[in-house]
């Protein structure tokens, strides 16, 4: 049993046991029948009075408590339909009062949320209108009257965050293009004159609106800036070379050249005008010193025809190089060539390179050429020859190779200008084609010659014999006393004697004989002393030794080895 249920038998007892001792009361004062009706009946009025009150009370409570609940139930069907959730379910069968204690605390939290949203929507609704007043971007697409979604918020709240990422590279692109606009600005020596170049260069930073065609529009400037700073370096480039062609043609001395060498860096205002001074005073010069000026364009031209590799007949071709009529007339002519011989130069620069490399790479080939033909190379010390003939080896290697990559260069070059290229007056390929013919040709003379010699010397050594292979030693200081003779049919030789020489004969030695040769001319002999002391020489030495020699002159017969003694 309830215990409420056990408080209403008990309220019950006592309004019984109330009403028996009222009852008793009455006896014992003694009050009628009559009475005690009527006094019974006012305690009933009273009490029923009384649980009618209490009866109405707890009615009303119980329809303010449905009530409650029917207005829970609809702002929490609100609620939830505006901050996107589920609606509410009560698990169970409560009484009334627990639905409306958990409608009321589920309506109180779903208004904290709906708050919360509210908030966030408008601190990121804020910063959204900061940035995009920065940015001068539209704002961001969102109904404020309604309650956003979380994902809603999340989306916004990313726009919001890349927003401030915009804002801060563009920040970073206006500040690092604005030092360069400044800095451009001072070597121009150009003041802000527009509203747009004030705004950026004198106003505060953060008042500068960064703008997609604010970005634009100083990327612009900026260019705008350092196309003339490039002009202006271009000019004063041309007019430091122009000034130091001037100096070299004038012969400008060093101290007159330093006075003008702080303006010779550098390209602002005032340093072009310096330059622009400098030249003007250079060219009037020039016109006062013409002939030595067109001279020294001359010497220039002719360095620069060696490096085109320009034959007799194109040097010709330019008439005013030979004009000693020095005008100012002949002086553009001098310049204008030497302008279109750079450019000419310059644009196959890697052409004549290769050219001048084969040139040089050729004359050490005939170098090489030429010692490998030198006998005295042979005495060479430390490695010298070891050295040359590995580098000759090396270039006989290189040189055709660097010939067949020139040509492709050149066959290349040709076909692009449809022109040939040519080298000394001739094409490429004729003339290396010429330079092999000629190395051919002298060598083929150089053998020539080289076999004609050997046949002269042939030819005398066979009408007077061999020269001596080596220099007498100490001729005259031989002992008077003969020492070992050899005997050579029937000739004797002293091993003392002072003009002896030897001579090789199939790997063996000749001696030649003391007695002086026959002058060419068919004289007598001049008889010369075999020793120290005076001897006469025995008459028909030569005639005893005459039948011992071969017709060449070079070679003694079998007999000679036959009869040659110790």
Sequence with gaps: MRRSEVLAEESILCLQKALTHLREIWELIGIPEDQRLQRTEVVKKHIKDLLDMMIAEEESLKERLIKSISICQKELSTLCSELHVEPFQEEGEPTILQLEKDLRTQV????????????????????????????????????????????????????????????????????????????????????????????????????????????????????????????????????????????????????????????????????????????????????????????????????????????????????????????????????????RLRNYYESHKELFEGVQKWEESWRLFLEFERKASDPSRFTNRGGNLLKEEKQRAKLQKTLPKLEEELKVQIEMWEQEHTKPFVVNGQKFVEYVTAQWEMHRLEKERAKQERQLKNKKQTETEMLYGSAPRTPNKRRGLAPTTPGKVRKLNTTTISNATANSTIRPVFGGTVYRSPVSRLPPSGSKPVLTSTCSGKRTPRAGRHGANKENLELNGSILSARTFKGLQI
């Design 108 to 339: 109180e939290l779903m208004r904290k949320q709906k708050k919360e949203r509210k908030q966030e929507l408008k601190r990121l609704q804020d910063q959204d209108q900061e940035l995009c007043e920065v940015l001068c971007m539209p704002h961001y697409d969102i109904d404020s009257a309604s309650v956003p979604s979380l994902e809603e918020l999340n989306q916004f709240r990313q726009h919001v965050a890349s927003l401030r990422e915009t804002k801060a590279s563009r920040r970073e692109e206006f500040v690092n293009t604005k030092r360069q606009i400044i800095l451009c600005m001072e070597e121009l020596d150009h003041t802000p004159d527009t509203s747009f170049e004030r705004d950026v260069v004198c106003e505060d930073e953060d008042a500068f609106c960064l703008s997609l065609e604010n970005i634009a529009t100083l990327q612009k400037l900026l260019l705008q800036l350092e196309m003339r700073k490039s002009q202006n370096e271009a000019v004063c480039e041309g007019l430091r070379a122009q000034i130091q062609e001037l100096w070299d043609r004038l012969q400008i001395p060093a101290e007159e050249r330093e006075a003008v060498a702080m303006v010779m860096t550098g390209s602002k205002a005032k340093v072009k005008k310096a330059l622009q001074l400098e030249v003007d005073r250079l060219e009037e010069l020039k016109m006062q010193n013409m002939k030595k000026v067109i001279e020294a364009i001359r010497v220039e031209l002719a360095q620069y025809w060696d490096r085109c590799f320009y034959s007799q007949e194109q040097r010709q071709g330019f008439a005013p190089y030979y004009d000693e009529d020095y005008t100012e007339n002949l002086l553009q002519l001098h310049d204008a060539e030497i302008v």
